[in-house]
């Protein structure tokens, strides 16, 4: 496997921030974003069933209506998101957390497919 191909292969790990409300997985992957005609690559950092957080170049609005996509273990995921959150600086740079918008059943399911419940998710949410 190639150095490149090692960066962008998913990796799981646990982690949380007691702010939030829905399930999530600390989950890193490469993501695109789609703002306006514009697209932004990004990295995940953590998924829920209503959002996701994500390593950006650059920060967007709060606010903001995005469409973003990335790989999950079992196919592609996209969605239509709302920028709800941000991270200005960091060990990682900037962030931003996205609420999703009209999210499929089938998206829970690949969630609950990637970790089991007891080891790796903690309560948490959007992104």
Do not use: W
């Amino acid at each position: 496997m190639a150095d490149n191909d090692l960066q962008s292969a998913p990796r799981i790990v646990v982690g949380g921030s007691e702010r939030r409300t829905a399930d999530r997985i600390a989950y890193e992957v490469d993501a695109e974003l789609r703002v306006g005609t514009n697209i932004v690559h990004a990295r995940t950092e953590n998924v829920s069933a209503s959002g996701v957080f994500l390593s950006v170049p650059s920060l967007l609005i709060v606010g903001s209506r995005v469409n973003v996509r990335f790989a999950l273990p079992a196919g592609s995921f996209e969605a239509d998101s709302t920028v709800v959150r941000l991270r200005p600086t960091g060990e990682r740079g900037p962030g931003v957390g996205l609420m999703f918008h009209d999210v499929p059943s089938e998206f829970r399911m690949r969630l609950d497919m990637m970790c089991p419940p007891a080891k790796a998710i903690v309560r948490d949410g959007p992104g």
